[in-house]
């Protein structure tokens, strides 16, 4: 079976100082960036479906600048067999749908049996890039899977979060299901990983190579950003010791009197 | 774009009130844009949720019974919200941020080469453009979005962020046909509610919220559920409380859980990492209990009382019944 986990990056939002107090603008320099921690998660199903079926190999496919290549070895250490990146100058400041429409057409070129990815961002953490994905490529979407039950005769049996609960869905194969994190941790690398990483392919592709020819990017993205703020701050909290319970209660419950809240 | 389309999540006819919020906003919005707003309700219990929502301005609420809806998985529902998008052939469709809501407006941007904000939190119109203001980067940034290149727009709004306002205008009652030759590939073989007679979180207007601190499942329901109650809120929970298997994981709070922006929010022996942040830092009021005075819940609460929780939680909820139950 052939795997293709979509990984996306992102700024490493732990370490960024984030915005410049000066222009009020998101400091996009010198801000490291990582996998998206999700995709994480969708690397690591993808990892334990390889150990359980045989002949499985997994591809990380990511749509991404160029320079950002050796980030996803990394992500190859963890056990992934190969990744291919899209890069292409035209591509920078694509939103959901050009993102969605470019990475159509890779994954196509490299083809699968089951696209894994994780179900959100955590900068833009829109979600909306697999269902666009799974919508263009015509394949069944499994949304928010927590647990993959069986892959047997062509078809997908999991359990999938919803907002209340949890279902049971199966469906024909080739097809995307995005993950949560209750999948199960993402594995360390070994050294043996990391040392047989070096030795893997990152193949790069172009939006020539894919005959992509309608405008991507920000020329032909569906949506722009007018303007980014800081956040309204807040009042630094009132803190109170409270040696015992009732201390405690009576600061709290002051408080919501005060605010009106009881 | 002119029209508003409002997707309604439901489960056998019972509604949140996202959806109330989201018919009032859709109705200042087509005035903005001079445009009509419409719902669209889908599944089972349909037919009486569309009946209940003509007490909404809507000018035209669309609605099937078809069960294909509720056996399979997302396929039947974006079929019916696309072709009422493309009836109106220009509009923005609202959906809430929920899980269902983010997983409609995926597909739809590839359905109606759209454009997409999300989470969206404050919507304004000017010279008939719309911005979506959003939190972005966990919070860090706000952001204000807007859309070109194409005649709709998908926005996912965040629950609790907008009034609902009952108007009634007599809204039209609309019964969808079934599109024709169309099969459905992702089977729903069983549908589980874990969290079923809960208030939904996300519109809560109190959340009383428990994380490692609490130490096992037992004080989320002797300690958290009776404030909560006294309170008239719902129970949240951490992922580090979920992860334990303490509570299911749709209680979870947060980045990868549910945002939450209530009036009042209480975090009971939850340390406050950014992730958790994410999910509750617009709500009103944050009030924090944690026996360490140092941590970063504190950065985001209003109120934080360093003591023992469990101690203090029972004192607080004896004061809350008691002026409960006290003659004004
Ligand atoms: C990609 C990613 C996504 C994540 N998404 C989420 C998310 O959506 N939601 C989320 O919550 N987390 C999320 N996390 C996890 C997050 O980073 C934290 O690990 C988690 O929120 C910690 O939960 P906690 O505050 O309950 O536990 P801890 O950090 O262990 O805090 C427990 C607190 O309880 C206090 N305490 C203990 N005993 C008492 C007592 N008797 N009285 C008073 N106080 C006491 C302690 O002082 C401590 O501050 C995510 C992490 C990652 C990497
Ligand atoms: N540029 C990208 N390249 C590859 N995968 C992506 C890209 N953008 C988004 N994705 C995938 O879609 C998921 C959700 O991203 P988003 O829709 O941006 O929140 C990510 O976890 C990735 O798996």
New interface residues.
């Given amino acids: 079976m052939k795997i293709v986990v979509t990984v996306k990056l992102v700024?490493d939002?732990?370490a960024a100082k984030?915005?410049d107090p000066s222009t009020k603008r998101?400091i996009r320099t010198g801000i490291d960036t990582v996998l998206n921690p999700?995709d994480e998660y969708a690397i690591e199903a993808a990892l334990q479906l390889k150990e359980k079926l045989p002949d499985t190999t997994v591809t990380l496919f990511s749509m991404a600048p160029e320079s950002s290549k050796e980030t996803f070895r990394k992500a190859l250490a963890m056990g992934a067999d190969d990744a291919v990146v899209l890069s292409d100058p035209g591509l920078a400041g694509s939103?959901?749908?050009a993102t969605?429409f470019a990475a159509t057409q890779a994954l196509r070129k490299i083809g699968f049996d089951l696209v894994l990815s994780g179900a959100?961002s955590?900068?833009?953490?829109?979600?909306?890039?697999?269902?666009?994905?799974?919508?263009?490529l015509g394949v069944?979407?499994?949304?928010?899977v927590?647990k993959i039950e069986e892959i047997a005769d062509g078809r997908i049996?999991a359990q999938?979060?919803?907002?209340?609960?949890?279902?049971?869905?199966?469906?024909?194969l080739p097809a995307f299901v995005t993950v949560?994190?209750?999948v199960g941790e993402p594995r360390y690398a070994s050294l043996k990983g990391i040392m047989g990483a070096k030795k893997k392919t990152i193949a790069t592709l172009s939006l020539q190579e894919l005959g992509i020819e309608k405008p991507v990017g920000s020329d032909?993205?569906?949506?722009?950003?007018?303007?980014?703020?800081?956040?309204k701050s807040?009042?630094k909290?009132?803190?109170?010791?409270?040696?015992?319970?009732?201390?405690?209660?009576?600061?709290?419950?002051d408080?919501?009197r005060e605010?009106k809240?009881? | 774009m002119r029209d508003v389309i409002v997707f309604v999540e439901h489960?056998g006819g019972q509604t949140r009130k996202v959806t109330f919020e989201l018919a009032t906003e859709a109705r200042r919005l087509a005035d903005a844009l001079g445009g009509k707003a419409h719902a669209v309700v889908l599944g089972k219990g349909s037919e009486s949720l569309a009946k209940s929502l003509q007490n909404y301005p809507l000018n035209a609420i669309h609605y099937t019974e078809d069960s294909d809806c509720d056996r399979f998985?997302?396929?039947p529902v974006?079929d019916y919200v696309e072709a009422v998008a493309k009836a109106s052939g220009d509009a923005v469709v609202l959906v809430p941020n929920?899980?269902?809501g983010?997983?409609?407006?995926?597909?739809l941007?590839?359905?109606l080469?759209?454009?997409?904000?999300?989470?969206v939190t404050e919507i304004c119109v000017e010279n008939g453009r719309i911005?979506c203001v959003a939190?972005?980067?966990?919070?860090?940034?706000?952001?204000?979005?807007?859309?070109?290149?194409?005649a709709y727009?998908?926005i996912?709004v965040r629950p609790n962020a907008f009034a609902a306002a009952p108007q009634a205008i007599g809204a039209e009652l609309i019964a969808l046909s079934k599109p024709a030759g169309k099969s459905y590939?992702?089977?729903?073989?069983?549908?589980?509610?874990?969290?079923?007679g809960e208030i939904g979180l996300e519109e809560a207007a109190?959340v009383v919220s428990g994380g490692r601190g609490l130490g096992g499942p037992e004080p989320f329901e002797t300690l958290l559920r009776p404030l909560a109650e006294a309170?008239g809120g719902a129970v949240g929970a951490s992922?580090a409380a979920a992860d334990a298997g303490w509570v299911?994981?749709?209680l979870q709070i947060g980045?990868?859980g549910?945002v939450v922006s209530p009036?009042?929010y209480?975090a009971v022996g939850i340390s406050g990492a950014?992730q958790h942040k994410v999910g509750m830092q617009t709500a009103g009021?944050i009030?924090?209990?944690n026996r360490d005075?140092t941590v970063p819940i504190?950065?985001?609460?209003?109120?934080?009382?360093?003591?023992?929780l469990?101690?203090?939680?029972?004192?607080?909820t004896?004061?809350?019944q008691e002026?409960?139950s006290a003659p004004a």
């Fill in positions: 700024p939002l732990a984030r915005i998101l999700f939103d959901v749908w969605s959100l955590d900068d833009g953490n829109t979600g909306g890039v697999p269902g666009a994905l799974a919508e263009n069944p979407g499994l949304t928010n927590r049996r999938r979060e919803t907002d209340t609960g949890y279902q049971v869905v199966v469906g024909p949560t994190m209750a032909g993205a569906k949506t722009e950003v007018l303007a980014i703020d800081p956040p807040r009042e909290a009132r803190i109170v010791e409270a040696p015992d319970g009732a201390t405690g209660a009576k600061a709290i419950f408080f919501l605010r809240l009881v | 489960r998985l997302l396929e974006v929920t899980m269902l983010r997983d409609v407006a995926g597909r941007v590839a359905r080469e759209a454009g997409i904000t999300s989470d911005g939190p972005k980067l966990q919070g860090s940034t706000i952001t204000t979005c807007a859309f070109k290149n194409t727009g998908i996912t590939s992702i089977a729903i073989e069983n549908d589980v509610e874990e969290a079923a109190v309170l992922r299911p994981y749709s980045q990868t549910k009036q009042l209480i950014i009021t009030v924090a209990i005075g504190g950065e985001t609460a209003d109120l934080l009382v360093v003591g023992d469990f101690q203090i939680v029972p004192a607080l004896a004061l809350v002026a409960k």
